[in-house]
């Protein structure tokens, strides 16, 4: 099989020639170590060196580093969205809120600014115009010149990461029960964009959606099922009802208490189903029948501080539970971040191709 | 417990604030003590939402919504405990450590302390282990809580418990840590004294120690 097929294939929880493995994202920092200090290599070669099936998110080939998100005024926000420098496949609204960039260049989320219904305003200010067409015609010719034979996908929000992270997780909790219609009305807001993002990205040749909506850590979900059916899934149904292509979803943590709602989605794919907080073989047992499972190669620890000996041994494991009859995709249980250890990450490309036959 | 105080616990489990205010303004006004409000209505109020919480009935809106009533009514008879005997059952400082910005997590857990009766020193994100250092010091705390949410910085968390170990503290305190990608196994290895997976256990955590 072709690296696309087998991916598709496991989406929709068949069985293929061999286990694929698709990243959510393999940050730039690490790309570049693993291509040995290039900068310009394209996201064919990145795959090949690994041995992955498929790709999205973003490659430092194409041009020198922008500014990070935290230094860029709103207006700068859009013109980036409009007029990507660097190889992206991101259609993700930025988030409303003060950044901070930490020393290293990551940025974090210091105050969100949703805080109010003045606050809205702001949606003027920091949403790129979704229908604008420059980011779709740069996105769509990349797409042509280097899918070759993966996966291609684009990670897209439902709108719930972008409402909690804007409003900030502890103002949003208690937003619920002192405002709840501007909750909804913040939820209705970044879910009505992403809609108008997916009606122009479902003319785009790409194979399948990932949507990044975190719900949870690792003890349980920031809300209950009830909470989960009020405020999130009328306006992340929207967004899912206007997707035409295969689509998966990523929440850290565990969601298995409102798993059965976020199901009822219609997602192909659930993802990263993080070690410390889902067992992966409940998860096969339960919705292996339902969805595509992704992930589950531990972050916190296995690829970040442990040896390849153990990054061999728990991609042997997760590949004899889960990859049972198809239906999965190994992955790492978020992304390959830049503080992965190099060395675990071609431990993890060497035991995939030694255990994922099937 | 009396109606009065058991209907002051049941408002603050519900995280109805107006109420509660009302309540206690009554409840000051027919004599009842301060102390006997914190001690035999609003503490206990604490840990039944952390009960629930940790059994899955709560989920953390819930649990902020009693953490901030329990915040206001602690405001509200600040000045009425300072007349009396109350004590709190002992200082934390708690803080982010180095390298690492996020501040949710401690944030909830700073609230769940000031909840649960204790005095909480803040010392905010990407704190150098030379501050909390500083701030064991000159606080006397006597406990230590670390924060971190990513792997990269939970060394840090290390990093503070042998500068704490240098500078001749680490008897004085306990230490607690905590954070998304945190465990048991790893707060054994850099010789925490407590590792907790939410805000509440950290409370639990807190309160057996003392006892």
Request: glycine residues 8%; charged residues 25%.
């Amino acid at each position: 099989m072709k690296p696309k097929e087998r991916v598709m294939t496991a989406l929709m929880r068949g069985q293929p020639d061999q286990v694929p493995w698709v990243e959510n994202e393999v940050e730039e920092q690490l790309q570049i170590r693993i291509m040995g200090g290039r900068t310009d290599y394209t996201p064919g070669e990145l795959c090949r060196a690994l041995g992955m099936d498929g790709f999205g998110y973003h490659f430092p080939t194409g041009g020198a580093g922008s500014a990070s998100q935290a230094l860029q005024t709103s207006k700068s926000i859009k013109e980036a969205f409009y007029f990507p420098k660097k190889i992206t496949f991101d259609f993700v609204p930025p988030w409303i809120a003060d950044m901070g960039v930490e020393p290293g260049g990551r940025t974090y989320v210091k105050r969100g600014l949703l805080t109010d219904r003045d606050s809205l305003k702001l949606f003027d200010e920091f949403l790129p115009d979704p229908d604008h067409p420059a980011r779709y015609e740069q996105v769509a010719k990349w797409i042509e010149q280097y899918r070759e034979d993966y996966a291609v996908y684009a990670r897209i929000r439902l709108g719930t990461a972008s409402t909690i992270e804007s409003i900030g997780l502890d103002v949003f909790s208690l937003m619920m029960f002192d405002d709840p219609d501007l909750v909804k009305e913040i939820h209705r807001r970044f879910s009505e964009w992403t809609v108008r993002v997916i009606e122009n990205l479902n003319k785009l040749d790409l194979d399948f959606y990932w949507a990044n909506d975190d719900h949870a850590d690792t003890k349980m979900p920031w809300v209950n099922m009830e909470m989960y059916e009020e405020f999130f899934k009328p306006y992340q149904k929207m967004v899912a009802d206007a997707i035409r292509k295969p689509w998966a979803f990523h929440s850290d943590g565990n969601i298995f208490p409102i798993l059965d709602g976020l199901v009822s989605l219609g997602m192909n794919a659930i993802h990263p189903i993080q070690p410390s907080a889902m067992d992966i073989a409940r998860m096969k047992r339960e919705y292996g029948s339902k969805v595509c499972l992704i992930g589950n190669i531990d972050l916190d620890y296995t690829l970040t501080l442990g040896t390849p000996e153990e990054v061999d041994k728990e991609v042997k494991e997760r590949i004899e539970v889960a990859g049972k009859g198809g239906g999965y995709i190994i992955s790492s249980a978020n992304s390959l971040t830049d503080y992965c250890k190099t060395e675990n990450v071609w431990a993890m490309s060497k035991a995939v191709k030694k255990y994922g036959k099937y | 417990m009396s109606d009065q105080l058991e209907k002051i616990k049941d408002l603050c489990v519900r995280g109805k604030r107006v109420e509660l205010l009302a309540e206690l303004k009554t409840a000051l006004a027919a004599g009842i003590e301060a102390k006997t409000l914190m001690t035999d209505a609003l503490i206990p109020a604490m840990s039944v939402i952390g009960e629930k919480y940790s059994k899955g009935e709560y989920f953390l809106p819930h649990m902020m919504l009693g953490a901030r009533a329990m915040s206001e009514a602690m405001e509200a008879i600040k000045s009425e405990l300072s007349k009396g005997t109350y004590e709190r059952k002992a200082k934390a400082v708690v803080g982010t450590v180095a390298g690492d910005f996020h501040d949710i997590g401690k944030n909830i857990v700073k609230l769940m302390l000031e909840g649960g009766g204790y005095e909480v020193i803040d010392l905010g994100v990407d704190v150098s282990p030379e501050r909390f250092v500083e701030a064991v010091k000159n606080e006397s705390p006597r406990f230590v809580m670390l924060s971190a949410l990513i792997t990269l910085t939970m060394e840090s968390m290390r990093g503070t418990i042998e500068a704490l170990s240098s500078a001749g503290l680490r008897g004085q305190v306990l230490i607690g840590v905590g954070g998304a990608p945190v465990t048991q196994k790893f707060a054994d290895e850099i010789g925490a004294d407590f590792y907790s997976q939410d805000a509440y256990g950290c409370v639990e955590k807190c309160n057996q120690l003392l006892r």
